[in-house]
């Protein structure tokens, strides 16, 4: 029933600039924590940032000082703000969302499909 959509990814030149958004759609859910994750191609999944419905943020050591995480909980999306890109920040970036659902009672962690971004002069 709950699906999470990415859009924003793109081509962007070196010390550019991209924004992230992730919308949790459905019904009968209510979302806790959401984040993204980054992978590049045979690497881990790694941490990029997340924030809680409260609005507690983490970072992952590779983008402290170039993103930042927002989101609008009356809208259940989750937003990244990518500045200063550089060719190491290309890869798949993935919206992460802690989810419940109240009836009947489920709670797991749901991931979207990914979109790419590339970094590249």
């Known amino acids: 029933q709950v699906q999470l959509v990415e859009s924003g990814g793109g081509l962007v030149q070196p010390g550019g600039s991209l924004r992230l958004s992730c919308a949790a759609s459905g019904s009968g859910f209510s979302i806790g924590v959401m984040g993204w994750y980054r992978q590049a191609p045979g690497k881990e999944r790694d941490l990029v940032a997340t924030i809680t419905i409260g609005g507690s943020i983490t970072y992952g050591d590779s983008v402290k000082g170039r993103f930042t995480i927002s989101r609008d909980n009356a809208k259940n999306t989750v937003y990244l703000q990518m500045n200063s890109l550089n060719a190491e920040d290309t890869a798949v970036y993935y919206c992460?969302?802690?989810?419940?659902?109240?009836?009947?009672?489920?709670?797991?962690?749901?991931w979207g499909q990914g979109t790419q971004v590339t970094v590249s002069s």
């Open positions: 992460k969302a802690a989810i419940q659902r109240l009836r009947p009672f489920q709670a797991r962690d749901y």
